[in-house]
T-cell receptor, first 117, second 115 residues
Framework: AQKITQTQPGMFVQEKEAVTLDCTYD???????LFWYKQPSSGEMIFLIY??????QNATEGRYSLNFQKARKSANLVISASQLGDSAMYFC??????????????FGQGTILTVHP | NAGVMQNPRHLVRRRGQEARLRCSPM?????VYWYRQLPEEGLKFMVY????????ESGMPKERFSAEFPKEGPSILRIQQVVRGDSAAYFC?????????????FGAGSRLTVL
């Protein structure tokens, strides 16, 4: 079974500052994918970034980077130069890359990020 | 290039009625997933389908819920005899393949309210 834990119910950051959203995971799968999604108040789910457990380098996508520490089972999202439009709920998720449950994406509880001007 | 299309966006049903939620995957995507989001919670997996096949339905409630993805047409999530606890946002996602590395693209969700 897979489990994702996001321990920060809410985070605040000043515009233009960087912020880190925490995510730890637990799995018995030998290989897995880690994802971050953003859910603004309008409700849609927007994909941000992906990291494979086999990837040697941390993933980056524009202002988003994933701080992947496999030994610690953590996959924190770093948002640089925060913008007001970054205010949203952020979900960490994971999925096995093989086996019978590879179709199942497991989500954490989410972190609400508020960016102050 | 249209994304994942879900309809209706909002649906109101009275207890005991049926709810049908539709999902058209992105063009070129043959894998469809349904998730449910209760208020203040993350998304919970319900079912994973390919055309005419249910691959994984381990997250589906045993009764009243069913899903299909026919050869032609959208995927349908059907909830019979709805109860208040079924009130939630139901998200559909699609991917081009079944690899775990494939990113799931989500639709905007269908919000079901049961009176």
């Amino acid at each position: 079974a897979q489990k994702i834990t996001q321990t920060q119910p809410g985070m605040f950051v000043q515009e233009k500052e960087a912020v880190t959203l925490d995510c730890t995971y637990d799995t018995s799968d030998p290989s897995y994918g880690l994802f971050w999604y953003k859910q603004p108040s309008s409700g849609e789910m927007i994909f941000l970034i992906y990291q494979g457990s086999y990837d040697q380098q941390n993933a980056t996508e524009g202002r988003y980077s994933l701080n992947f520490q496999k030994a610690r089972k953590s996959a924190n999202l770093v948002i640089s130069a925060s913008q007001l439009g970054d205010s949203a709920m952020y979900f960490c998720a994971m999925r096995p890359l093989s086996g019978t449950s590879y179709g199942k994406l497991t989500f954490g509880q989410g972190t609400i990020l508020t960016v102050h001007p | 290039n249209a994304g994942v299309m879900q309809n209706p966006r909002h649906l109101v049903r009275r207890r005991g009625q049926e709810a049908r939620l539709r999902c058209s995957p992105m063009k070129g995507h043959s894998h469809v997933y349904w998730y449910r989001q209760l208020p203040e919670e993350g998304l919970k997996f319900m079912v994973y389908l390919q055309k005419e096949n249910i691959i994984d339905e381990s997250g589906m409630p045993k009764e009243r819920f069913s899903a299909e993805f026919p050869k032609e047409g959208p995927s349908i999530l059907r909830i019979q005899q709805v109860v208040r606890g079924d009130s939630a946002a139901y998200f559909c996602a699609s991917s081009p393949g079944g690899s775990g590395a494939n990113v799931l693209t989500f639709g905007a969700g269908s919000r079901l309210t049961v009176l």
